[in-house]
């Protein structure tokens, strides 16, 4: 274990992930900073493009090409996981770290039911020791625990509907009970009342102990709001802000993570009494990204040093990190009261 | 006299499979009557399989009835020649990529728009089209020359919006227009649309499945289900006060950010 903290599962750190195109490289992930502690559910929200999901498979240590990890460290589950090959990594996937991929619901072979799909699972990606009967086994008691019926073993992918298919993925994702669940964008393409099972069932298999903690991916704020304890939003290639989740809703302060929120519309009545503004405006492309912070373009409280400077990424209060020069060195607390005016 | 611009008087449509339609026979949109008058943003509410979509293709003349009527300014769709009920009533679809033809340049595709509707000098067509880009955000010297997949989904619903925009119609129905954008820029699509009707007078369908955008802009909506009108009413009501359980439990199941869902542990 590392330092004897048994309480992290994931420590990332400083962490570069880019990929490798003719031009160059696009730098998806560029230095980005994660801890995941046991229990915990932590989301990522950001629009497209930001590389919310790169960071997902980097975490996994799935850096196949064309994307590459540059630098950083991540240690899952004590394990420093780009110090190990890539066959000790097929070990680790499965019982350390697990990921349900976006839509993975839909990438199910249709031709073959869900009983062989999990016994295929097993052979390729999980290498342990339990027998394939064992293994069957396990996964009509966790079905059951899931909500499906042991009969959905015996069901092709297209007999089921989103939800359920949503649900199987989850409970094969989770057969050898991961440490750690990566879930890339869980509730797209699903229905509101799906989706709002869905969240309840990701949300029950962490306090039920099937799973030691989650990182959610996903764009969807108001879902992520639901259940996550710690929110990290994502702009460009960047961690612009993390904090625990109320805090961020309440009174986020990178200028960027303001905007998102105020630009997420849910059925509440303060939505109609004003005028939503929206970020006017497009992402920088990553494989060129300008020097200083990468909002700068499109962030109303602009200065001259956000042009040529990087912001650092500061921890304000414990358990908060901001990248933005509003709030950067030695002026903190003055920061913070220019914040609240 | 006020006439409503849209009217829609127990309109059905039945699909049915199988030869010569023995087969399994599907109601789509069952009796479905309502109205709506120029300057309002009506917001067809319905999850998949509601029926909201064969609407909105009915209303287009896409699709023939099965039985019912639909009147523009009172007078049947259906007796009008298309190309004036097209210059009068233009809907921006769901699905961006099967709307426009892949090998084409956005040039190109408002070209076309151009010599189907509007009899204008070249000129005066290429500033306009200049003008509804910017309108949805959009450089018209950077998408103009680019080929369809060269864009992402949000670009091209925005282009799709302004391509609508160019014909400059009366009524305009857009199915999920912004599925594909992104939340920072959604808002922005989401108020150039309010500004349509507002400021120029347009009849807006919106039709969506999500609660919260129609909320945002809609005066009134229009939930169905299972190809019926469960309830319709101004969105205050609708949302903050609904009636009928379907829209109820609709409204209850959409994340929101002020609330937390109560999370039950018992399954």
């Known amino acids: 274990m590392d330092g004897g903290n048994h309480d992290i599962l994931i420590e990332a750190v400083d962490v570069k992930g880019y990929y490798d195109v003719p031009k160059g490289y696009v730098r998806a992930v560029d230095g980005c900073t994660l801890k995941l502690r046991q229990e915990e559910i932590i989301g990522i929200a950001g629009e497209s493009g930001c590389g919310k999901s790169t960071f997902g498979k980097i975490l996994m240590g799935y850096d196949k090409p064309p994307l590459r990890m540059v630098s950083g460290t991540i240690t899952v589950n004590g394990v420093n996981i780009y110090s190990v090959t890539w066959n000790e990594r097929k070990r680790i996937w499965g019982s350390s770290i697990a990921m349900i991929p976006q839509y993975s619901m839909n990438s199910l072979n249709p031709t073959r039911k869900i009983r062989n799909l999990i016994v295929d699972a097993m052979r390729e990606k999980f290498r342990t020791g339990i027998s394939e009967s064992e293994m069957v086994q396990r996964a009509e008691h966790r079905f059951k625990d899931l909500g499906l019926s042991s009969t959905a073993l015996d069901m092709f992918p297209f007999e089921m509907s989103g939800g359920m298919k949503q649900r199987a993925v989850i409970a094969i994702s989770t057969l050898l009970n991961p440490k750690v669940l990566i879930v890339d964008e869980p509730t797209s393409a699903l229905d509101v009342s799906t989706q709002r099972l869905l969240l309840e069932l990701l949300y029950y298999i962490v306090k039920r102990k099937i799973v030691g903690s989650m990182i959610i991916i996903s764009h969807d704020i108001a879902s992520l709001r639901q259940i996550c304890d710690y929110m990290y939003i994502m702009y460009a290639g960047k961690i612009a802000e993390s904090a625990p989740m109320e805090r961020m809703i309440e009174h986020p302060l990178h200028p960027y993570a303001k905007l998102l929120l105020d630009a997420v519309v849910t059925p509440e009545p303060e939505i109609r009494k004003r005028k939503l503004e929206g970020i006017p405006g497009a992402p920088p492309q990553l494989i060129k990204p300008s020097i200083g912070c990468r909002f700068s373009d499109r962030c109303p409280h602009v200065m001259d040093r956000c042009k040529s400077e990087e912001p650092p990424y500061l921890a304000l209060e414990p358990d908060r990190f901001v990248a933005c020069w509003l709030y950067g060195e030695g002026m903190g607390t003055d920061a913070r009261r220019h914040d609240q005016s | ?267």
């Open chain 2, 1 to 267: 006299m006020h006439e409503d611009m849209i009217r829609v008087e127990h309109l059905s449509k039945i699909f049915t499979t199988g030869f010569i339609g023995l087969g399994k026979r599907i109601v789509a949109v069952n009796d479905v009557s309502f109205n709506c008058k120029s300057g309002e943003v009506i917001g067809l509410i319905g999850e998949s399989g509601s029926g909201k979509t064969t609407t909105a293709r009915l209303i287009l003349k896409l699709l023939a009835p099965t039985s019912g009527e639909i009147y523009f300014r009172g007078k049947s769709i259906w007796t009008m020649p298309n190309r004036e009920y097209y210059r009068c009533v233009q809907g921006v679809f769901q699905d961006p990529y099967s709307s426009i033809n892949p090998v084409y340049r956005v040039k190109h595709l408002f070209n076309n728009t151009s010599n189907l509707f509007r009899e204008v000098p070249k000129n005066e067509a290429s500033h306009r089209v200049k003008e509804v880009l910017e309108l949805v955000h959009l450089k018209p010297e950077e998408v103009l020359e680019k080929h369809i997949d060269e864009l992402s989904g949000g670009e091209l619903q925005r282009i799709l919006l302004a391509n609508c925009l160019f014909v400059d119609p009366n009524v305009i129905l857009t199915d999920e227009p912004t599925s594909m954008i992104d939340a920072s820029m959604r808002v922005i699509v989401l108020n150039l649309i309010k500004e349509l009707s507002e400021k120029h007078r347009k009849l807006i369908v919106f039709i969506t499945h999500d609660i919260s955008q129609a909320f945002y802009i809609c005066d009134r909506m229009i939930v169905m289900y299972q190809g019926l009108i469960v309830e319709q009413g101004s969105a205050e009501d609708v949302v903050l006060n609904p009636q009928h359980p379907y829209t109820k439990r609709l409204i209850s199941d959409v994340p929101k950010l002020k609330q937390k869902f109560k999370l039950s542990m018992e399954d």
